[in-house]
């Protein structure tokens, strides 16, 4: 008898969020500047860095229309870990003289984390603020947290192993009424939906291309000039690019595709939400029907596209392991090979059991209802077969 993983004939990809799928209208913008348009942007004696510069120039505009800031205010990197990395340790090292503490949130991401436990080695202070059973701040906690010596805050938009979104605007006002600086790390939000750095008083915001349908290793850093103007201290040194914040040879081709991604994803996000939370809520609502299966964080304040479902008294790596022709994650890409329980999961209050019994479905534009239908039947029929061999 054929096992019945092999009834797919194709894998189905519901890993969304560790990253997506190069948009072919973004590859065939970018493919010009692999050939014939490969200047350098810094070349300014000649056609072919002026024709660089301005790709680069567009790219800039379209990022910074998507978030609504300046251009000015865009300053690329190689992608959101490196964007955290320059805000967060830039702010360190640059306001220094007014304090040493820094806020940010237990179920960050690990480029937050990992970053601030360096800065405590060399004397920052860290408060790491704890979630709710839903994943949400408190802000009362925030605003206790806040002291004289607090230079920044650090709170992720929406989190990327629940899809988790906390209320930023609230945020930010407290911390700006602290005379503080707010980073928000919106990898996971940005090109999904409307994250807007002026309505939402943002001072410092990165993001990604490669999670929303651009190329992997470029990504941006928004750097506010205003109200208040944020000063930084570069990270990497060499040539003065991006107003002397990140040297280094522009990588034209990948900043191309960064803004084709900025512009598709402003004109079409919302359409592709809609049809996509239709297919998250029949997909969660089929497996919460089975026994002692549940979702993981608010189910109010989220993305509309990532289900975080423990299957409860169910290893995620054994039934994940019954359906490999369904791409799915245990958790975080940057930390699924490390054998330990969620801290995004653990933060929340769940058991090491039960969040080793979670599994993190992260649809797309891609997904189809057909997929959906599929995932359904044999993850249903994986769970039973796992809990009756059990018996």
Not at 214 to 243: D, F, S
Not at 262 to 277: K, L, N, T, V, Y
Not at 296 to 308: D, E
């Amino acid at each position: 008898m054929i096992p019945y993983f092999c009834i797919v004939k194709t894998p189905i990809y519901l890993d969304y969020n560790a990253t997506t799928p190069v948009d072919k209208r973004v590859l065939e913008t970018m493919l010009p500047y692999f050939t014939e348009k490969f200047g350098n942007a810094s070349s300014r004696t000649h056609a072919f860095g002026w024709i660089a510069e301005d790709a680069v120039k567009t790219a800039r505009e379209q990022a910074a229309l998507l978030i609504n800031c300046l251009a000015q205010e865009i300053i690329f990197t190689s992608g959101a870990t490196e964007a955290i990395n320059l805000a967060i340790k830039g702010v360190w090292e640059n306001y220094q003289t007014k304090g040493k503490h820094i806020i940010t949130v237990q179920t960050e991401h690990k480029a937050v984390l990992d970053t601030c436990k360096s800065l405590e080695r060399k004397g920052a202070e860290v408060t790491y603020l704890s979630v709710d059973r839903g994943g949400l701040i408190d802000l009362e906690e925030l605003r206790n947290s806040l002291t004289s010596q607090t230079i920044l805050a650090a709170v992720m938009y929406a989190n990327n192993e629940t899809g988790v979104i906390q209320p930023i605007k609230q945020i930010a006002d407290l911390v700006h009424a602290n005379n503080s600086i707010f980073m928000c790390d919106a990898t996971q939000a940005v090109g999904k939906i409307n994250c807007n750095v002026e309505e939402e008083h943002v001072d410092l915001m990165c993001f990604s291309a490669h999670k929303f349908y651009g190329p992997k290793g470029v990504g941006a850093l928004y750097v506010r000039r205003k109200n208040p103007r944020v000063t930084l201290y570069p990270q990497i040194e060499g040539g003065g690019h991006e107003r002397g914040l990140r040297s280094g040879t522009l990588n034209v081709t990948g900043i191309v595709g960064l803004g084709k991604a900025c512009e598709i994803a402003q004109r079409e996000m919302w359409d592709d939400s809609i049809r996509i939370s239709k297919l998250r809520t029949k997909l969660e609502q089929h497996l919460c029907d089975l026994e002692n299966v549940f979702v993981n964080g608010s189910t109010k304040n989220r993305l509309f596209n990532v289900s975080n479902i423990t299957f409860q008294g169910i290893r995620s790596e054994t039934l994940i392991n019954k359906i490999p022709n369904i791409a799915v994650s245990m958790g975080s890409a940057c930390t699924s090979a490390i054998a330990e329980p969620s801290h995004v999961l653990k933060a929340m209050g769940l058991s090491n059991e039960d969040s080793f019994s979670a599994v993190r479905f992260s649809l797309g534009k891609y997904t189809t209802e057909a997929e959906i239908n599929e995932v359904i039947e044999m993850l249903s029929r994986a769970a039973a077969e796992i809990r009756m061999n059990r018996l």
